[in-house]
């Protein structure tokens, strides 16, 4: 479980692709060696298991599944990618209740300034939007958002400078892919009134 504050901005240092599936070596300023083999961590929000360690870097096996549902694939050597370690429990509950379980793909729609923040929209299925609420939560690329305003084929959050300095989103462009995993919350509370 994760929080969707972003402990770094990591790089990719190395991407293998072998049938279907990945190896992702990642540059990092965390502490890379004191990871435990098997840790989880998650990638543009994507939770994964670090199976090897590296000095400044760490290298995790992405599944067929994963690439399907996610923008990993679309990386390179030198993209930017949002890390986040898990949240431990006697911690504070600073963003929203992030599983790393991505539910789906949204593409950067719009980027513009207002004053000293930029607004973001992101177009997503209809599928996906049905979960967002206007001033819910919402998790871009692993970042834990508020969402300003919904509609059935998208929505838009407005980012705070340190934000924009701290995350991937500094480096996106209108037409970019990026991971959404909507309200956890929210999904249940669907789930269960489409149940009655």
């Known amino acids: 479980m994760f929080t969707g504050l972003i402990e770094d901005v990591g790089k990719i240092g190395a991407l293998r692709l072998k049938n279907g599936s990945a190896v992702l070596t990642v540059k990092t300023t965390l502490p890379a060696r004191a990871m435990p083999l098997g840790a ?6 994507a939770c994964l298991t670090v ?42 509950l600073g963003g929203h209740l992030v599983t790393g379980h991505v539910d789906g793909v949204g593409t950067v729609s719009s ?8 607004l973001f929209g992101f177009r997503v299925p209809p599928a996906l939007a049905k979960f967002l609420v206007s001033k819910g939560s919402v998790a871009v690329d692993g970042i834990s958002l508020t969402v300003n305003d919904c509609r059935r084929d998208g929505f838009s959050v407005a980012i705070i400078p340190f934000t924009l300095r701290h995350t ?11 991971n959404v995993e909507t309200d956890l919350i929210g999904k249940y509370v669907h789930s269960f009134l489409a149940k009655r």
């Open 168 to 178: 991937n989103l500094q480096g996106r462009r209108v037409g970019d892919k990026v």
């Open 51 to 92: 199976v090897k360690k590296l000095r400044g870097a760490f290298s995790v096996d992405v599944s067929p599944e994963t690439l399907a549902r996610t923008n990993l694939e679309q990386l390179s050597v030198g993209s930017l990618v949002n890390l986040e370690q898990p949240m431990r429990l006697q911690e504070r």
């Open 111 to 118: 980027i513009r300034k207002q004053g000293e923040f930029t």
């Open 40 to 45: 989880s961590i998650a990638v543009n929000g």
